[in-house]
């Protein structure tokens, strides 16, 4: 019976290191509530929700789930499974492209309207690739 209380204990804890390691920091946190707070329907309903990694200084780290690395047609066949993202001259392909740039820019802004940050840089959500079978690149 002992032994039972202390994996549980042991797992709590492991849980809690692990979210201590992982969690943003309060600022971080903020600023990705501002960005859920004052969002338009379009950036709200986006079906990846962008958020602050993380805040150094007066710049900001904002997710993305894509860049050169990571082409835009990746992420968008995950967001998007209905339409054909090889085919880029298809008019849904184009419309979502044009969507991701919009509500990405969205977000970017509300960031950087916020009081003490100056510059926003994009960084890749390396787990959302990870979490949805994207191959992640090497750092």
């Known amino acids: 019976m002992k032994k039972r209380y202390w994996m549980i ?10 979210w201590v390691i992982r969690a943003p920091d309060s600022r971080s946190r903020q600023l ?13 309903s986006y ?4 958020r602050v990694l993380k805040v150094t200084g007066e710049t900001v780290f904002i997710s993305t789930p894509r860049n050169v ?3 835009a047609f990746k ?4 967001l998007y499974p209905e339409i054909d993202t090889k085919n880029a001259n298809d008019p849904a392909f ?7 740039g919009e509500v990405q820019a ?16 994009w960084e ?3 787990e959302w690739l990870a979490a949805h079978y994207i191959e992640v690149p090497e750092r």
């Open 9 to 18: 204990i042991i797992l709590l804890l492991l849980i809690g290191l692990d």
């Open 69 to 71: 690395q990571v082409p």
């Open 32 to 44: 990705t509530a501002a960005i859920a707070a004052q969002g338009s329907a379009k950036l709200k």
């Open 75 to 78: 992420a968008l066949a995950v």
């Open 124 to 126: 890749l959500d390396r």
């Open 94 to 100: 184009i419309a979502a492209q044009t969507l991701l």
């Open 106 to 121: 969205e977000a970017r802004a509300i960031v950087l309207a916020q009081p003490g940050i100056k510059d926003a840089r």
């Open 47 to 50: 079906p990846y929700q962008f």
